[in-house]
C-alpha cells in the first residue's frame, strides 16, 4: 500500500524545470527586441507584455526556467520595426530552421542576430 501511494504521489509531482540560457549577440546597427517562444506549450519569454531589448553592438545573457526537451524559439526585430525581423518573428507565426533549440539543463545557446 506504502508503495502504491509513492508511486501515485511521484506521477503526480511535476516535472523537474531546466535552466538553461540564450547568450544573444546584437550585431545589427539598430537596437533589436527579442522573445523566446516555447513550442510546446503556451509560454513566453520574457512574457508580460515585455521584451528583451538589445542595444546595437552589444550582447545578452537571456536565462530561463524551461522543461527538458521543450523546444524553445526565438523572435528578434529591429526595435519600432516588426518587419525587419529573425527567428519565427514577433508574432510567432514564421518559418524557420535554425532558430530554435532544445532546453537542456545548464547549456547556453548563442544567437547571432546579423544584418
Request: aromatic residues 6%; proline residues 7%; negative net charge.
Amino acid at each position: 500500500m506504502i508503495r502504491l501511494t509513492l508511486a501515485a504521489l511521484l506521477l503526480a509531482a511535476p516535472a523537474h524545470a531546466a535552466d538553461m540560457a540564450f547568450f544573444v549577440k546584437n550585431l545589427r546597427q539598430q537596437s533589436v527586441a527579442v522573445e523566446l517562444f516555447s513550442r510546446d506549450r503556451e509560454t513566453v519569454w520574457p512574457g508580460d507584455g515585455k521584451v528583451f531589448l538589445i542595444q546595437p553592438g552589444s550582447q545578452k545573457s537571456v536565462p530561463i526556467s524551461c522543461n527538458p526537451g521543450e523546444n524553445i524559439c526565438y523572435a528578434a526585430w529591429v526595435n519600432g520595426n516588426d518587419q525587419i525581423s529573425a527567428g519565427v518573428g514577433p508574432d510567432n507565426d514564421l518559418p524557420c530552421d535554425n532558430c530554435c533549440f532544445i532546453c537542456v539543463e545548464k547549456t547556453t545557446e548563442t544567437i547571432d542576430l546579423v544584418p
